[in-house]
């Protein structure tokens, strides 16, 4: 079309660019198919091959894989069969582990627990399976190993096995071996000594003796699943046996190879057990692998031969093969051949792991697999055999069923390996598609059709159409056409033109490629009468299915029918006809089917069509088998006929010969008989007819073959007979033998023997001779090859073929040795032997040293040749041999074919020249290391060289020696003793003798630690707590040097701990013995001793450890739960518990019991004592009804320990004693008064008394009469009048009436003389308490009474008067009182009198005490009681104090006349006194005592003695100090430049054993030196004057000032105008005095104010504290700080030239006295108490009354002789304008120079306050911080923030005090707190004032400066700080107790920049409730930690500190504050308030 329209162009322009991107697309598809990332299974986690579990434990097996998608895991059996869950015994989990668990051992099933699984992944894509797992349970079975007895023939090498039973032999190893003794032999690389465990487990004993049969041994084994070891149940032992004669080697058993297999990288054993006499030697030799040849093993580290066993280590792969252990002596030999197969775990990869390929190309995949040994390799598809076994497998042309995953499985017999790879089809692999097709269709006949088909493929698929089943061919109806889209698609349409009835039918459109075939069907339908097409004959082989559709058109069709001779089908049951008109018929027979069938096909109408099928069967071939003949010989006739027994003819019948035509083999006919018969005919067999015979029938239904084989006898024929053979010596020989026939002849070469043909021997295998095929070779042929050889050729027809040729080699001379060595000794004839061997004639020439030698130059030399059979020998004589004739001779031999030559290395030997130059390299205590040169070696090499050595004193006969491999020029000679003189030299030695000595050298060697033990060591106790231990040196020759001590080191025994040592100087004297006393140990302890010798090199060994017990203490405990039981009146049991063990101090061997009655108890002399060993006792003869007071004791044989508490029983009561005595008095003439005293023992309480009577002489009855106990007296009445009577009295307690009185008889009578009733007595009276005597009288008329004390008639008074009944009242007893007082009755008849004495029971009179003697910590004082004291004396109670301490008491027994008062503080007062007390109680005071214990303060050293100068430092020797009897505690050290006013703090606390050197001074400089020394007693200061050395270490001019040296202060110059009197050293003192006393009136005048003034702290305190902190200051701003009223709120302000700050324990700062009351101020001076409780505080006293006129503001006050400052009712108060020292204060306060001052703000608008250590807190809020006691850390590093104006760096420090205030003084204790920052670059500092909690009003004017200094030094010193360390740490007042630690804190860093920190940070707070701080009276210390840095690197110690300056490594940080003049805290600060 020449012109499109707009339109039609606009739509192919479209479709265009459609078609161009579906192009794009499908390019794009194709490129990056959907499936790109989709792939294979693989496996990331494959199981392993073995997995062994016990059934214990149990077992999971992990399969993992990947793919995409995700695989799925399958576990399955060997044999491909999938596993499943058995209950309790296997599961499978669900993330696809195979899990066992653990079982009972009768739970084991076999095909569970022993069986090969493998784990199966699979996806879509392919299926792989994993590596076989055999899975092994074991059940922990009891196994014994057992160990044999092993024979063994002396001198071999015995070999124990520990026989493991098989059952568990692949779970357990040995471990290791044990020996009687209990040594453990193990694994070891030492392969030299007698034991060797062997890698496979065998005990290896070399070189067994008879001692070895007494051994026995026992092995060790470890399960290795289970983990359990156990020892063999058997002991295996040898028996030594010893042959009568000698032994050829022999092997335990008759085998003579073996093979085993171990894996790669083990170690393995090969045993070579054999035995001989004399022991054998053995050999090993591996075989050359496929060859006969061997070589020796060489032995190396790895490979190691130990007597006849060969050990390799760390097995490889290529140490697999076959080995030959051969065994010699001198009887014989005997070998033993061993394979080892060394395994190597066995992988595989193959190559490519995934490939894709098109169709039809090939594939490759390569199997790379290692290990050993590899028996299988074997290939899978998708887990499913393929039958390929070669590494490589091939797929020629890929189709699409080759798609999936491909592995490669190595395996041998213990394990296996796979590897998978994956193939993917190609691009072109897309088998055709229909994409669109035609559909059924019903139509009228008429128009025409279109029918049509779309395909698509790669490649593009051909499509053809068919109707009915028959292919459509194009007519003039029928066209058919296609085309192929631009897509790839194929479109195909039919065109039926004018469609009839009868084109109705089945169309098919096929559409095929190479790739695959896609195919659609479907009905046309056109409206007609039934039609059938014609169908054609259908031909089908018998056997088949035949399936024929109806070819029907027309429509509608009712029914198509088959029919067969007019009946309808089916007929049988192979018949099967369908309604569309499809047949079928199974199993086609000839004679049942070949037949013709009709399809008839009906409408309703009844219109019918008929169409015919003709089917014929045919029957294919087959043939009669054919026969298989015997074999047949050459020249028979051989005939076989091939027949068709079944079949369709016409028949081809073809023969065929080993696959090819046999019609074209020579002498073979061929002849049919008839149609179906053939026969192959052979008229003369040969050679060349044997082989395969094949007959094949064919018909038109197929063809079918028979087969047969011929064999045929053929006798040996030659195809290359050999002939002679000439080869030139050495060369390659071939000879060739080849012979043909049937069988195969056998081709053998022989040789003769000897030198002609005849007789021949088989060849012997060698490794030059070989035969290949029949073809003889012989790899370079020697002369002795030469001979007649024989080749046979025989195969058993005939008697075979022979050749016989003769084999020749061409030989030029030959030397069969080209060179060796011969040796003569020089002196002596020796004799060159050379022997050529060749083809004669051989003419020989000798050369020397590659000159013609001709003997005719020279007669020494002589040659002779001799004509031997195969050669000629030439000999060369020298008759006597030079040094000259080391040479190298060669004889040169000739002939026909050649030359040759030989050299013969000739080396004259002689003795060695002596070595020289022999030095001393090296050398220690027991060895020296020496070199020297190698002298001339005498032509024989060095066998050695002698190293011959002795000590300096012993001749040369008197040696030692040291033998020395000759290759070596450096030797070491060992085992001397160290520090001893020796002299050594050193001899040559070769196979010739001996060199002469070289020169000797003398060396001393180093000395050693000493190697010998104290020798004669005895430990013995001394006391309870002191053992001492004597001890001898060790052996003269074991010190090794000169010892210079001993360390004695004593633990207690039986413990871990570490010995403790004490160090020990050596005494010189010979033979004396050492001692040293151990003190302080426990008693009776045991301890352990050991002692070593040192001397300068260092100890030697510990001597074994001594063991020995303290003596005996007594017991420290007393027995507990001490009881008394009363048993009778006169017995009561004690019984008791033993003290603890720990307490006994020692063997408890008896009890006492201290017994008395309680009422004695007091007085010692009448306690009783019962020893007994049990733990209980009865005390006997007790007195009854007594109450007894009783204690226990132990004892030991250190003596009695404590006494129990005591305990109290009465005894019971008993009847009591008679009545002491009776009076009967006439009261008249019928009355008599009876009167009688107590019984002395009334055993009970009296309950009444029975006075009877009796008329005396009458037979009357006794009469009684009770009275009440209390009545002493009866009046008997109604008595008969001068009859005599008799009376007696008995008393009764409750057990019943006593014994009876006396007997007195009285007469009633007129008569009543005056006596008296009561009787003489003692009356005891208690000090101010009451008495009264009686005197009870009678008489008529009334007598009257009179009493008289001390012989002086009694007149009443105030205290005594005389009662009623004639008693004496005594009121308020005194001590005059006691004495004898008489009562004196009278009447008219008579007078009576009696006589009582009174004791008065008073407290003690003062006790007399003296002062017995002094110590430096002890009072010894002598006691003695009162003369006049009379009631007993119990004891004394000692006070004593110290000057300003508490009142101690300590009690003192009477019986002790001294005592000592231990314990005491060094030099200090001290006050004692003493009261006595008895049972009434305390007695008066004696005198008061006062004395001192002994020492002073320290006193100066000689300054030449204590300091030593250089140029830069100065040396101080603190030894040189003397202690003034007082141990000194420390130094403090400060310097300054002479011109300088402050000084310089270097530290504050220097041990005074140490010596200090100050560094960092100026060369050429003067110095001033001020040392403080400090003890108990007081401290000590000197000053010193001292100059550095100049930088090359002269000195310098001293100034001259007139001031001379020693303790002086250095005078600042003053220009000549300046009147002398303005020295500052004068003015400074006299301003600072003015400005001082100004500063006390104005605190004073404020305070007065302040008290009178409306007390605005009280109220608006935010108001009043307005006035000094709340102002805003600029940084220009000045705060005046010499304002009087901030004098008190500042506290105190320090002076400016001060730096020093204070020293643990000092008085420094302080006046000499300082008295607190009971304050406590832990300080040697002050009055506390180290007894008391230390954290008791008392109130302070009344405030301070100023002393005017005295005080220097600014002036030292260290020495103030007494205070300025008193505290009414004190002698020595803290002076407060004493210099304190503020630690850490480098820089004070200067008034001179402005500083800034400026408040900081608070967050929350609050006026800022300054709280604890800069913490600000808002007002009200208590401003506590935890203070950590005893702590070195600083506080936060943020707390305070540093500002420096002038941009400098600035350092913080934050060395404020801190203090537990009580919540209620919280807000006045901050407002005496401030902050300082200095805009010059300055320091700044924080509440350098003392601070204190009162808690009674917390007015700053108590007390503003009591607190001396808090410190930053906690529990370490206590006595340090106004209160000591202690703080209450929280609510509660809980204490925690002091540490009395001497060591000091270490000073802090030096270096603190924290600029950059924040200031509020801290979160601590320690509220105390008010109760709190009203109970916590007192000034407390300050707890106040030490910031330290937070760089760790600045945390350096003093002495890290010293060493970094000294290698300037400080760095800018450190040294700053050195450099700044002053401006801030310099190195060491420490400061506390």
């Not at 024979?151 to 779970?171: E, M, Q």
């Not at 000798?846 to 003997?855: F, G, I, K, V």
């Not at 009276?1325 to 009288?1337: H, I, Q, R, S, V």
Request: aromatic share 8%; net charge negative; hydrophobic share 30%.
């Amino acid at each position: 079309m020449a012109y499109m329209m707009p339109n039609e162009r606009l739509k192919w322009l479209t479709l265009c660019a459609a078609v161009a991107v579906l192009a794009t697309v499908s390019s794009t598809l194709a490129a990056n198919p959907p499936d790109a990332d989709q792939k294979g299974p693989v496996f990331l986690k494959e199981p392993t091959n073995r997995i062994d579990f016990s059934n214990s434990t149990g077992a999971e097996i992990e399969c993992k894989s990947s793919g995409n998608p995700m695989p799925e895991i399958i576990w399955v059996r060997s044999d491909g069969t999938a596993v499943g869950d058995v209950p309790g015994l296997r599961q499978i989990s669900s993330d696809g582990k195979l899990v066992f668990p653990p079982f009972r051992a009768e739970d084991y099933r076999q095909e569970v627990h022993a069986q090969v699984y493998a784990c199966l992944a699979r996806n879509q894509f392919g299926s792989i399976i994993s590596r076989d797992v055999h899975v092994r349970a074991v059940v922990n079975q009891f196994y014994e190993a057992e160990i044999m007895t092993e024979y063994v023939i002396k001198g071999n090498a015995a070999v124990l096995k520990c026989s493991i039973p098989s059952f568990v032999a692949d779970f357990v190893r040995v471990e290791s071996w044990i020996d009687e003794e209990g040594n453990v032999l193990s694994f070891s690389d030492n392969y030299d000594g007698k034991y060797l465990v062997l890698p496979s487990g065998e005990l290896h004993i070399r070189e067994v003796g008879p001692e070895d049969g007494y051994k026995s041994y026992q092995c060790r084994t470890k399960h290795r699943l289970t983990g359990e070891t156990r020892l063999s149940a058997t002991k295996g032992r040898l028996v030594i046996t010893e042959p009568v004669g000698r032994v050829s080697p022999k092997f335990p058993t008759t085998l003579t190879s073996s093979s085993f297999t171990s894996a790669a990288n083990n170690s393995l054993t090969l045993l070579c057990p054999a035995q001989a006499f004399p022991a054998p030697l053995s050999r090993w030799y591996k075989f050359i692998e496929g060859t006969t040849r061997k070589q020796a093993v060489v032995l190396n580290d790895r490979v190691k031969q130990v007597s006849g066993t060969l050990i390799i280590k760390d097995a490889v792969v290529e140490d697999s093969g076959k080995y030959l252990c051969v065994v010699n002596n001198s009887v014989g030999g005997e070998s033993v051949e061993t394979v080892l197969t060394v395994t190597a775990p066995l992988s595989a990869k193959i190559d490519p792991p995934t490939q894709t390929i098109d169709f039809g190309r090939p594939a490759v995949f390569t199997c790379q697999y290692t290990g050993n040994p590899i028996k299988t390799v074997s290939w899978m598809k998708d887990g499913k055999a393929i039958g390929h076994s070669e590494p490589v497998l091939r797929i020629e042309s890929v189709k699409k069923e080759d798609k999936g995953m491909y592995q490669c499985f190595v395996r041998n017999d213990q394990e296996s390996a796979e590897a998978s790879a994956e193939l993917k089809l190609g691009g072109r692999f897309d088998p055709p598609v229909i994409r669109q097709a035609f559909q059924e269709e019903t139509m009228e006949p008429g128009p025409s059709v279109f029918l049509k088909c779309v395909a698509g493929g790669n490649p593009t698929p051909e499509i053809s159409w068919e109707l009915d089943g028959k292919k459509i061919a194009n007519n003039d109806r029928y066209q058919v056409g296609q085309y192929v889209t631009v897509n790839g698609d194929v479109v195909s349409y039919l065109n039926i033109t004018s469609v009839h009835a009868n084109d109705g039918g089945l169309y098919k459109c096929i559409a095929k490629s190479k790739v695959g075939v896609a195919e659609h069907s479907a009905k046309l339908n056109v409206y007609g009468l039934p039609y059938i097409r014609q169908m054609e004959k259908k031909a089908i082989v018998a056997g088949e299915t035949l399936i024929v559709t109806c070819p029907v058109a027309g429509y509608p069709i009712d029914s198509i029918v088959w029919e067969r001779d007019n009946r309808p089908l089916p007929i049988n049951r192979k018949q099967k006809v369908f309604p569309n008109g499809t047949l079928i018929i199974e199993n086609v027979e000839r004679n049942s089917d070949q037949a013709t069938y009709t399809c008839v096909a009906k409408n309703q109408e009844g219109y019918s069509a008929r169409g015919s099928l003709e089917v014929q069967v045919m029957v294919p071939p087959k043939l009669a088998p054919l026969p298989n003949n015997s074999p047949l010989y050459v020249g028979d006739y051989y005939q076989v006929t091939c027949a068709v027994v079944h079949g369709d003819a016409p028949f081809n019948i073809t023969w065929y010969y080993n696959g090819q035509p046999a019609g074209q083999l020579p002498g073979v006919s061929i002849l049919m008989h008839g149609r179906r018969s053939s026969s192959l005919n052979i008229e003369s067999v040969q050679g060349g007819h044997a082989g395969n015979y094949t007959c094949m029938g064919a018909n038109g239904a197929g063809h079918t073959i028979a087969e047969t084989k011929l064999s045929v006898k053929v006798p040996p024929r030659w195809i290359l007979e050999p002939t002679d053979k000439a080869f030139a010596q050495g060369s390659d020989a071939k000879v060739e033998c080849k012979a043909d026939g049937f069988p195969k002849p056998q081709v053998t070469w022989k040789k003769a023997v000897g030198d002609t043909p005849g007789e021949y021997k088989d060849l012997k295998k060698s490794d030059n001779i070989r035969v290949e095929e029949g073809t003889l070779h012989i790899d370079n042929i020697q002369k002795t090859n030469e001979g007649y050889y024989l080749c046979e050729a025989i195969n058993g027809i005939g008697s075979g073929l022979s050749a016989v040729i003769m084999v020749s080699v061409q030989a030029p001379p030959e030397f069969t040795e080209k060179l060796r060595n011969q040796t003569a000794r020089r002196g002596e004839p020796a004799v060159l032997q050379c022997e050529a061997k060749g083809e004669k004639p051989i003419g020989i020439l000798w050369n020397m040293n590659n000159m013609r030698l001709d003997p005719k130059n020279d007669n020494r030399y002589t040659i002779r040749e001799e004509i031997l059979s195969a050669g000629v020998m030439s000999s060369l004589s020298i008759k006597r041999t030079e040094r000259s004739d080391s040479a190298l001779f060669t004889c040169v031999a000739t002939n026909a074919f050649g030359s040759d030559d030989a050299s013969i290395n000739m080396i004259v030997q002689e003795v060695p020249e002596m070595p020289y130059a022999l030095k001393v390299l090296d050398k220690s205590g027991r060895s020296v290391q020496l070199s020297w040169a190698q002298p001339y070696d005498g032509n024989s090499p060095l066998n050695r060289y002698i190293i011959e050595f002795k000590r300096s004193r012993a001749s040369w006969d008197e040696i030692d020696r040291v033998m020395v491999p000759g290759h070596t020029t450096e030797a070491q000679v060992q085992k001397l003793s160290p520090a001893t003189t020796y002299n050594i030299r050193i001899v040559a030695e070769n196979e010739i003798g001996s060199s002469q000595s070289s020169e000797a050298v003398t060396i001393i060697t180093a000395e050693e630690a000493p190697s010998g033990k104290p020798q004669n060591i005895k430990v013995d106790p001394v006391n309870q707590t002191t053992l001492r231990v004597m001890w001898k040196p060790p052996p003269r020759s074991d010190w090794n040097g000169e010892i210079l001590g001993y360390y004695v080191g004593y633990k207690l025994s039986n413990t871990n701990s570490s010995y403790i040592f004490e160090t020990i100087n050596f005494i010189t004297e010979e033979g004396k013995e050492h001692s040293l006393e151990l003190n302080n140990l426990r008693v009776y302890t045991q301890y352990s001793v050991v002692i070593q010798a040192f001397n300068k090199i260092g100890a030697g060994p510990l001597s074994d450890e001594e063991k020995q017990f303290t003596a005996e203490g007594t017991p420290s405990q007393p027995p507990s739960d001490t009881a008394c039981t009363t048993l009778t009146s006169q017995t009561i049991r004690v019984s008791w518990v033993s003290p603890p063990l720990e307490s006994a101090n020692g063997v408890i061997k008896t009890y006492k019991v201290v017994y008395a009655p309680s009422e004695e108890w007091y007085d010692e002399t009448k306690r009783h004592y019962k020893k007994t060993a049990s733990s209980d006792t009865v005390l006997h003869g007790l007195k009854k009804y007594t109450n007894y007071t009783m204690q226990v004791l132990a004892t030991t044989a250190g003596g009695d320990g404590v006494r129990s508490v005591p305990i109290h029983c009465q005894t019971e009561p008993d009847v009591p004693e008679a009545p002491t005595d009776v009076k009967a008095l006439v009261m008249g003439n019928a009355a008599i008064l009876v009167s009688w005293r107590p019984p002395a023992q009334p055993n009970g309480i009296i309950t009444q008394y029975t006075v009877y009577s009796k008329a005396e002489g009458a037979e009357t009855e006794t009469k009684t009469q009770k009275v009440p106990h209390y009545q002493m007296s009866f009046e008997a009445t109604e008595l008969e009048k001068n009859k005599p009577y008799e009376f007696w009295v008995t008393a009764s307690t409750t057990i019943g009436e006593g014994q009876q009185s006396k007997s007195i008889v009285a007469m009633p009578s007129d008569q009543v003389p005056a006596k008296i009733a009561s009787f003489d007595d003692t009356f005891t009276a208690t000090f101010k308490e009451d008495a009264k005597m009686p005197c009870l009288a009678v008489g008529a008329p009334q007598p009257e009474i009179t009493w008289k004390i001390k012989g002086v008639d009694f007149s009443a008074n105030d205290r005594m008067r005389l009662l009623p009944d004639g008693s004496l009242l005594i009121k308020s007893v005194n001590r005059q009182d006691a004495g004898d007082y008489s009562c004196h009755a009278e009447n008219s008849i008579a007078k009576d009198s009696i006589t009582h004495k009174l004791i008065v029971l008073a407290p003690p009179q003062s006790p007399h005490v003296t002062l017995s003697a002094t110590t430096t910590d002890a009072l010894t004082v002598r006691l003695k009681p009162h003369e006049g004291d009379t009631a007993p004396l119990h004891g004394y109670t000692l006070h004593y104090k110290p000057e300003f301490g508490e009142w101690e008491t300590a009690e003192v027994s009477v019986e002790s006349q001294k005592h000592n008062i231990e314990n005491l503080l060094c030099g200090s007062r001290y006050q004692v006194y003493a009261t006595g007390f008895n049972n009434i109680g305390a007695g008066e005071a004696s005198d008061i005592l006062n004395t001192r214990t002994k020492g002073q303060k320290p006193k100066l050293p000689e300054k030449p003695r204590f300091i030593e100068v250089s140029s830069n430092s100065v040396s101080l020797h603190f030894k040189a100090w003397k202690d003034g009897g007082c141990p000194m505690s420390h130094f403090v050290v400060e310097s300054k430049k002479r011109d300088q006013l402050e000084w310089n703090q270097i530290s504050n606390n220097v041990k005074p054993d140490n010596n200090y050197v100050v560094l960092d001074l100026e060369p050429a400089t003067w110095y001033n030196l001020r040392i403080t020394a400090h003890n108990s007693a007081g401290f000590t200061v000197a000053e010193y004057d001292f100059a550095t050395l100049t930088v090359t270490g002269g000195t310098i001019a001293p100034l001259d000032d007139g001031t001379g040296h020693g303790n002086v202060h250095a005078r600042i110059p003053l220009p000549a105008w300046m009147p002398e009197w303005l020295d500052l050293n004068f003015m400074v003192p006299l301003i600072a005095t003015v400005v001082v006393v100004a500063v006390g009136i104005c605190v004073v005048c404020v305070a007065l104010s302040r008290r009178r003034a409306d007390d605005m702290r009280g109220g608006q305190k935010d108001v009043y504290y307005d006035v000094v902190y709340n102002q805003t200051m600029g940084p220009g701003a000045t705060l005046d700080k010499r304002r009087p009223d901030l004098r008190d709120e500042l506290g105190y302000i320090a002076p400016p030239n001060r730096k020093l700050p204070p020293v643990p324990g000092s008085n420094y700062n302080t006046c000499d006295r300082i008295k607190r009351g009971r304050g406590g101020l832990r300080s040697n001076h002050s009055t506390w108490d180290p007894r008391r409780n230390p954290n008791l505080y008392e109130e302070l006293k009344a405030p301070p009354v100023p002393m005017h006129g005295i005080g220097n503001h600014y002036g030292h006050a260290h020495g103030a002789p007494e205070c300025q400052y008193r505290h009414p009712g004190m002698e020595d108060e803290i002076c407060p304008y004493a210099t304190f020292h503020l630690l850490g204060f480098r820089e004070e306060m200067d008034p001179t120079k402005a500083m800034n001052f400026q408040t900081f703000p608070h967050q929350n608008g609050h006026t800022p306050v300054p709280g604890h250590a800069g913490t600000m807190l808002p007002p009200g809020h208590p401003g506590h911080v935890h203070s950590r006691s005893g702590s070195q850390s600083m506080p936060r590093a943020n707390r305070y923030q540093r500002k420096n104006s002038q941009g400098g760096q600035s350092s913080i420090y934050t060395p404020a005090p801190e203090y537990d205030d009580p919540a209620n003084c919280a807000e006045e204790d901050q407002y005496r707190r401030y902050t300082r920052v200095n805009s010059q670059g300055g320091s700044l500092y924080s509440g350098p004032g003392p601070e204190y909690d009162d808690p009674a009003n917390c007015a700053p004017e108590e007390d503003q400066y009591g607190s001396q200094y808090g410190g930053p030094y906690g529990q370490p010193y206590d006595h340090y700080g106004s209160r000591g360390s202690m703080g209450r740490r929280s609510i509660g007042s809980a204490r925690n107790p002091g540490n009395g630690s001497p060591e000091p804190p270490p000073p802090p860093p030096r270096n603190h920049d924290m600029s950059n920190s924040s200031f509020n940070d801290s979160k601590e707070s320690n509220e105390i409730s008010e109760a709190e701080c009203d109970r916590d009276h007192g000034p407390r210390g300050n707890y106040g930690a030490v910031k330290r840095s937070p760089q760790p690197k600045d945390q350096r110690t003093t002495e890290e500190m010293r060493k970094l300056i000294e290698r300037n490594e400080a760095g800018p940080k450190q040294l700053q504050l050195q450099q700044t003049n002053g401006a801030g805290f310099t190195a060491y600060d420490t400061m506390a308030v």
